[in-house]
């Protein structure tokens, strides 16, 4: 395995700050290697319920936490301009003394976030077709002390950005891709390509992903990258499902290892009665999972 296996835990902003630091820290202290943030402006199944805005949720935990690395899991474009992220994300990288991971993606046309907003809501072509632009200026920014781009559908013009990130050239990218030119996308641009599945079943998610990673195999190959320097992430959406035992995490999270899938997200428990499991599987079946694949 090119890449060392990494697990991501993630939880929702919804629950009172206190609580949700009291989590994150527990997510540190067990051991995950990354905490993931949900990055909306509102919940848009359920728009009046309490939610917390994501960087600065990340600036916050930067602030409180010591080893976990740090992302938003992921930013979809349509919320913010490429410049503003850029100085979001340097100023994350520094609070956090070089532990951001730069999340990234298209974000779905059902979320009434920019309606709220009063943004535009592109429709997905768009924003697949804005994406390319928006990761280079938001990847100038980080590398480049002065930056001038000149695109389409973004511009920016002598954006000075000082200090240099703590993470050198800049802190990793990570791009959310599933449809097919956004997986060439995550194979031009992305340091880490990440993955979700909405189907129901577990072989389901794993055909699924095993179709887009090789995909992403031809893409690489087009552009002569090595598929190897590309780390593979995958996101559990009904992580719940995975809380039956510790037996049952393993298992599913090997059948993805087996498909190349260096790094693993769950989300933190949504009922009290999985938090046992949910320890147990960071105590137990990840520490077990890493052990086979010591260089």
Known sequence: MPHQLRFLAMMTPTLPWNEQLHRYQHIEALGFDLAGVVDHFVNYTA??????EGWSIL?????????????TWVTQIPLRNPALLARQALTVDHISNGRLELGLGIGVT??????????????????VARFREYVEIVDRLLCNAVTTYEGKYYRVSGAAMAPRPVQQPRPPIVIAANGPVMLKRAAELADN??????????????AETRERSHLIDRHCAAIGRDPATLR???????????????????????????????????????????????????REAIPMLKAKYVA
């Open 47 to 52: 728009a009046a319920s309490p939610w917390f």
């Open 59 to 71: 600036a916050a935990l930067a602030a409180q936490t010591t080893r976990i690395r740090l992302a």
């Open 193 to 206: 390509w990440n993955s979700i599945s909405y189907a129901d079943a577990l072989d389901e998610q794993i």
């Open 232 to 282: 593979r992430s995958y996101l559990f959406l009904n992580s719940g499902r995975l809380y039956a035992s510790t037996q049952v995490f393993a298992d599913a999270a090997q059948r993805l290892i087996d498909l190349g899938i260096s790094e693993i997200g769950i989300y933190y428990p949504r009922r009290s009665e999985q938090l046992a499991v949910f320890e147990k599987i960071a």
């Open 110 to 127: 059902r979320d009434t976030s920019c309606e709220m907003m009063g943004l535009p809501n592109w429709s997905s072509p768009e924003r």
